[in-house]
């Protein structure tokens, strides 16, 4: 400090020696200038002298309080450390700092009275993190380290900068050339090839592979073709990123090759991210496209360690099973049964026609089999009083047990039939479900993340229509001797007509021969009519919740802040009725329920519902959805609702119907 003060000493005297030249050189030339810069001149003197001395005053108080704090040795030890070190007192300002800090962090430049904050955004009054505190300055990185001085704690702090500039970078490349693995699955391939000419099949697959092919190029991924339909790509996490910020636009590209019948392609992309190597990211991957497929394919999901990313969606799956995996299932369904004595039933909470048809279908082969065997229902909390007093007038009143009396009741080699639902959280009793070491799961939704993961039997078919759907097919496969009654088979067929809106959405093929294999077993359409009737309450409920329609962005919403009688059961019906308006491609209902919002949605297939709902924490189909969410306020919902109806357009860039 005396010696940077020293050097500007001298330019000042010089300084002040030229003026008091050029002022003696004007007595010459013109008087009245002369004294005028006379003047001037000694008061410019005046002015240095009394500069010069409060500088010399401050710099003898600063090097005074500097003496205070810093010994002789430690200022010696500072100046000569191999770091960039900079001190201040317990305000931030700053007192010292060494000429390699000066040289390399402030790049020549002086700060002396200075802030910290001129130099970084440091809390110093705080403790210093176990791993420093990052900062950028210059085009340079610096992890800074800081604590007080050893004596005077109170009064002074040191701050030391490593220049890990190289370092860090090196690991920002590492990290975003980490190798991640991605499956890409033609998921339409064999429909693709049914329904396709001969001389189509080759010039579809050449452009299917075409635009994979390009696509991965442009994201620098290395790709090969491991089966007909299938691929593996090892694609770097930065261009992954990339991907993802444009939603894996491959599958538009994909869904705009079509065969003769317009049937489209589409592809099914599973990812592993954030894995400790390529086997675990594979392994991810896998999960990742077994994932995709259970949500019907059309769509890439990207797995990592914080959980599953969904990307796409928005087509209707196409139905792909075969009677041979409904064979499959019903024959090792036979033998667990065998195995076991006792046998509980269960469905998804707040019980409809499908999960109670499919419960009373699967009660029906246990109990022929000579097991003892009850449906687990809630006796307050359902949707379906028709149809169990239906069931209790033809002789089933024993057959159906509150979870709580099952529980208390549970035998150890008990088997748990899980029916319409895939879901921990959705069963009728988790507590129940916990209880039961062997589970089996006979569902249609679209596979979620909290599914069940320990089911001895997973059957899962996102194409089928409905459980009931799935159970009709497979009883035919437990033998003659056990054909279910005609009010089972009623049961069984309310459950289809419920899912299918009476045979309209998601109906297929095989949805008619279930239903034509009830028929036979005698099923009477118009009983099952008779089930879906509604009381004068229920019917002006449903009223009031339509009356509430708004239209946003075609989507008719309704709802009503306050009580109703049978809300529950209403509210899906008023979603129903609301697709029946023009230019509505879906239809929401929200209601208030047990101290939170409940949504019910529907859709004609232009918008993928269960995507907007999955966004709000619920789940389902393309054209049938729902969510509950707890703690929030009708309009809180609603407006929740809105946003995600916004993000889904967001998503597909803005494009409506």
């Known amino acids: 400090m005396k010696k940077r003060i020293a050097m500007v000493t001298p330019a000042l005297v010089l300084l002040l020696l030229l003026c008091a030249a050029m002022t003696t050189a004007t007595f010459f030339y013109n008087r009245p200038l002369f004294y005028l810069e006379l003047a001037l001149f000694l008061l410019a003197v005046g002015v240095v002298i009394i500069c010069m001395r409060r500088s010399q005053k401050y710099t003898h108080q600063l090097l005074g309080y500097m003496g205070e704090l810093l010994s002789d040795t430690q200022r010696g030890v500072l100046t000569a450390f191999p770091l960039p070190v900079l001190i201040t007192d317990i305000e931030g300002q700053i007192v010292w700092y060494n000429d390699l800090f000066r040289n390399v962090v402030l790049g020549g430049n002086d700060l002396y009275d200075g802030n910290i904050a001129q130099v970084a955004n440091i809390d110093h009054t705080q403790d210093c993190p ?33 220049d890990d500039t190289a370092i860090k970078r090196l690991a920002h490349e590492y990290q975003v050339t ?5 499956i890409i699955l033609v998921d339409n391939y064999e429909e693709l090839m049914q329904n396709a000419k001969e001389n189509e099949r080759s010039q579809i697959f050449a452009e299917i592979e075409t635009i994979i092919e390009k696509y991965c190029a442009a ?10 339909d299938r691929y593996i790509a090892i694609v770097e996490k930065q261009y992954l990123e990339k991907m993802i910020k444009g939603r894996f636009e491959v599958l538009d590209s994909v869904r705009g090759i079509s065969a003769s019948d317009n049937m489209p392609a589409t592809l099914s992309i599973g990812v592993g991210i954030g894995a400790k190597d390529l086997m675990e990211s594979e392994q991810m991957a896998r999960q990742a496209l077994d994932m995709c497929l259970g949500r019907g394919g059309d769509q890439a999901v990207v797995r990592s ?9 928005v087509s209707k799956g196409v139905e792909k099973r075969t009677k041979v995996k409904a064979r499959i299932v019903a024959s090792a369904l036979q033998e667990l049964l065998e195995s076991h004595d006792h046998v509980v039933v269960m469905g998804h909470r707040f019980a409809d026609m499908d999960s109670l048809g499919a419960a009373v279908g699967m009660y ?17 909390r359902h949707l379906v009083a028709p149809l169990i007093a239906r069931l209790v007038e033809n002789g089933y009143g024993p057959a159906f047990r509150s979870p709580a009396d099952v529980l208390a009741n549970l035998q150890p080699n008990t088997l748990l039939i899980v029916v319409d639902t895939h879901l921990k959280n959705v069963v009728e009793s988790y507590d129940l479900y916990a209880a039961c070491k062997t589970v089996v799961v006979i569902d249609h939704h679209r596979k979620m993340v909290n599914h069940i993961d320990n089911a001895v039997i997973f059957y899962h078919e996102p194409y089928a229509s409905s459980a009931s759907e799935m159970v009709a097919e497979m009883l035919p496969y437990f033998g003659e001797k056990r054909r279910i009654t ?10 289809i007509m419920l899912d299918t809106k009476n045979f309209v959405m998601r109906a297929g093929v095989r949805t008619f021969e279930a239903a034509a294999y009830l028929r036979r077993m005698g099923a009477d359409t118009v009983e099952v009519r008779k089930l879906f009737s509604t009381s004068m ?34 509210a899906p019906q008023a979603a129903d009725e609301l697709l029946n308006i023009t230019d509505v491609d879906a239809s929401f209902a929200l209601y208030e329920y047990d101290g939170g919002v409940s949504i019910s949605a529907r859709s004609m297939g232009a918008i993928n519902v269960q995507v907007i709902m999955e966004r709000l924490g619920g789940g389902g189909h393309q054209t ?5 969410m707890s703690g929030i306020t009708f309009d809180e919902a609603y407006q929740k609702l809105l946003a995600a109806i916004d993000e889904f357009y967001q998503s597909r860039g803005g494009r409506q119907p």
């Open 364 to 380: 029906r082969v246990a109990r022929s089999m000579g097991k003892q065997v009850c449906i687990a229902i809630d006796p307050k």
């Open 537 to 570: 309450e229920e019917y002006r409920s449903r009223t009031k919740i339509i009356s509430s329609t708004q239209i946003y962005r075609r989507c008719a919403i309704a709802g009503v802040n306050e009580p109703l009688e049978h809300v529950k059961l209403v």
């Open 178 to 182: 980490r190798p991640s693995v991605a």
């Open 486 to 495: 005609r009010v089972e088979a009623e049961a069984l067929l309310a459950g």
């Open 305 to 313: 360690r914080e959980g599953y990313e969904f990307f796409g969606g």
């Open 219 to 228: 994201h620098k991924a290395f790709i090969y073709k491991t089966d007909r």
């Open 130 to 162: 176990e791993k420093g505190i990052n900062i950028v300055r210059s085009g340079r990185e610096y992890t800074v380290y800081f604590s007080n001085a050893a004596k005077h704690e109170e009064r002074l702090k040191v701050f030391y900068f490593v």
């Open 624 to 628: 049938m959805a729902a969510t509950q």
